[in-house]
């Protein structure tokens, strides 16, 4: 892993982030330590207080699985069954008939959770395809976009 350059982010920045961000903006606390990383071969990651909490991939930013782990966020979330585990933990997209449960509120080109049935772990990040009411009715088709997923290399990062 090659940093490529490291540098601490502006307030003007920081508020614009926090803006894309919406529902996840508690992610950055006020007087926060935030750090943009250029990581060769990786999406840019964006340490706050010098925790990899947030990456930008496809023009977006996203909270990373260690930031929805650490802050326990509930929110805009869809449950996989466990037949769809070893996909999504491999990058694959998420498929609607995979779906048991979705969050009603979630519209298309959203950043949502992926979370498993049983223990109600987080295993991936993406956007949302189709509305949540849409991924539990539909019996087929993409639902969810996989961008970060448990045991990629951000999730191996460590710093």
Known sequence: ???????????KKIKEIKKEL??????????????LLEIENLPNIILVNGKALLLQ???????????????????????VDMGAINFVIKG?????????????????DE?????????NKPLAIGTSLISGEEMVKNNKGKAVKNLHYVGDPIWELDL
Do not use: C, Q
């Open 1 to 11: 892993m090659k940093i490529k350059k490291r540098n601490f982010l502006k307030n």
């Open 22 to 35: 919406g529902n996840y903006e508690d992610i950055i606390p006020k007087k926060a330590n935030v750090e």
């Open 57 to 79: 991939v496809d023009g977006k930013t996203i909270p990373t699985l260690k930031a929805v782990l650490e802050l326990a966020i509930e929110e805009k979330y869809a449950t």
């Open 92 to 108: 694959a997209d998420i498929m609607s008939p995979g779906i048991v449960d979705a969050d009603k509120s979630i519209k298309e």
């Open 111 to 119: 950043t949502i959770i992926i979370i498993e049935e049983s223990h």
